[in-house]
T-cell receptor, first 120, second 114 residues
Framework: AQSVTQLDSQVPVFEEAPVELRCNYS??????LFWYVQYPNQGLQLLLK??????LVKGINGFEAEFNKSQTSFHLRKPSVHISDTAEYFC??????????????????FGQGTILTVHP | EAQVTQNPRYLITVTGKKLTVTCSQN?????MSWYRQDPGLGLRQIYY???????DKGDVPEGYKVSRKEKRNFPLILESPSPNQTSLYFC?????????????FGPGTRLTVT
């Protein structure tokens, strides 16, 4: 089984400032890692994912995340935020399927969400 | 266009009145699932289906039923809704079990039970 903890429920920041949204996970098997964004009154949109290879992953809208296996973290960063980045952000994990010891067949386990509010 | 559709998008109902939220995907995906989203809890899986006539409980199945009679459809049934089922519901589908990261989400259904 997996679990995900997003360390901040709300992050206020001023426009053009950098931001980091923190995510830690726990799993007994190898996982895939994801960040999703939910704009007000909208559905979920995939920002980026880590599957394998380089630990620095770049996504849409200028976001990037770094996978740290030793710290079991997958923090999301953006060097300069815009008002339009105001949204709720979810970190999620899934196991890698039965060939990698997984048993949940693609179930996504989500963190509690972090509400990013960008102020002018 | 590859997509997951849900209907209705918004629903207000009363306690005990049976309802069904439909979910359909046009990608010939085997795996489908339902999640509910609640403030401070993120999204939690309700039920999933690995193929036609194969369904299983997720993390929060109480009060819900599902069926999978066709590959494209995966309806969520609340036979006797209660106020604690007021939530935002998402249907999702995934194709190749060798690529469990390729998940597609529907637009969501906001349910209010009074």
């Amino acid at each position: 089984a997996q679990s995900v903890t997003q360390l901040d429920s709300q992050v206020p920041v001023f426009e053009e400032a950098p931001v980091e949204l923190r995510c830690n996970y726990s799993s007994s098997v190898s996982v895939y890692l994801f960040w999703y964004v939910q704009y007000p009154n909208q559905g979920l949109q995939l920002l980026l994912k880590y599957l394998s290879g380089s630990t620095l992953v770049k996504g849409i809208n200028g976001f990037e995340a770094e996978f740290n296996k030793s710290q079991t973290s997958f923090h999301l960063r953006k060097p300069s935020v815009h008002i339009s980045d105001t949204a709720e952000y979810f970190c999620a994990v899934s196991d890698r399927g039965p060939n990698a010891g997984g048993t949940s067949y693609g179930k996504l386990t989500f963190g509690q969400g972090t509400i990013l509010t960008v102020h002018p | 266009e590859a997509q997951v559709t849900q209907n209705p998008r918004y629903l207000i109902t009363v306690t005990g009145k049976k309802l069904t939220v439909t979910c359909s995907q046009n990608m010939n995906h085997e795996y489908m699932s339902w999640y509910r989203q609640d403030p401070g809890l993120g999204l939690r899986q309700i039920y999933y289906s690995m193929n036609v006539e194969v369904t299983d409980k997720g993390d929060v199945p109480e009060g819900y039923k599902v069926s999978r009679k066709e590959k494209r459809n995966f309806p969520l049934i609340l036979e006797s809704p209660s106020p604690n089922q007021t939530s935002l519901y998402f249907c999702a589908s995934r194709g190749d079990r060798r690529a469990p990261y390729e998940q597609y989400f529907g637009p969501g259904t906001r349910l209010t039970v009074t």
